[in-house]
């Protein structure tokens, strides 16, 4: 069991990483379109459709990576307050009402809809450009595959809670900022090639302190 978990979180985190890349490629796209359209006014026919297809690859294929680190929108106002096992079993019974007929349904509609495309090569007809779009249908799969395998690890996860009686987490890589200045941890701010620390310290910690 975890083995697989391990395997999963590995596999979205890959994923995740190597398609966040083209939030650049968007970036890049939209930027020259900017500047050739207002300073040269000279518009492209191709940068509408790299906007949204590098949007739609990056929103896809992050959601796995998201899922595997808890960062799916989720109301909490009731779920925080109850015991671990509690959550494990709602989650683990939610799982099986609402997460796993949605991505089976993306799985294998995806498939459908991804053949089709690549059968009569399909191309963008929101701009002239007439760029190939078949392959980027197949995110649609794809990324709905790494859905259910991390779903399948997830309900891992929610079996160990409920027998453990706490949860496991994947393990960080990445965090918000905000999140640190929060904690008030010690940043550090580079400044001429040094690095210097800083203690970030919140408004209520500092009462906290004086108490």
């Known amino acids: ?23 650049m490629v968007m970036t890049l ?11 040269l006014n000279a518009p492209t026919s191709w940068a509408f459709d790299v906007s949204y297809i590098m949007y739609g690859t990056l929103f896809m294929m992050g959601g796995a990576y998201t899922l595997s680190r808890n960062g799916h929108v989720r109301g909490d106002f009731v779920y925080r307050l109850w015991k671990p096992r509690t959550q494990a079993i709602v989650e683990l019974i939610l799982y099986f009402i609402f997460f796993f007929p949605g991505v089976t349904a993306l799985v294998v509609t995806g498939w459908k809809y991804a053949a089709r ?21 197949s995110i649609i799969f794809a990324a709905g595959l790494l859905l259910f395998i991390q779903g399948i ?3 891992m996860r929610c ?32 400044e001429g090639g040094a690095a210097e620390a800083v203690d970030v310290v919140s408004p209520d910690d500092e009462r906290e302190m004086r108490r």
């Open 1 to 23: 069991m975890n083995r697989f978990i391990d395997f999963a979180d590995r596999l979205s985190a890959w994923f995740g990483k190597a398609f966040a890349w083209a939030i």
């Open 29 to 39: 796209g939209v930027g020259y379109e900017v500047v050739v359209r207002r300073l």
């Open 117 to 137: 495309s690549w059968g009569y090569g399909e191309v963008s007809v929101n701009s002239p450009a007439g760029i190939p779009i078949f392959q980027f249908k």
């Open 153 to 155: 690890a997830q309900v």
């Open 159 to 190: 079996i160990k809670c409920m027998r453990d009686g706490y949860w496991t987490h994947a393990a960080d890589d990445v965090e918000e900022t905000e999140v640190r200045l929060m904690r008030g941890e010690t940043s550090e701010v580079l």
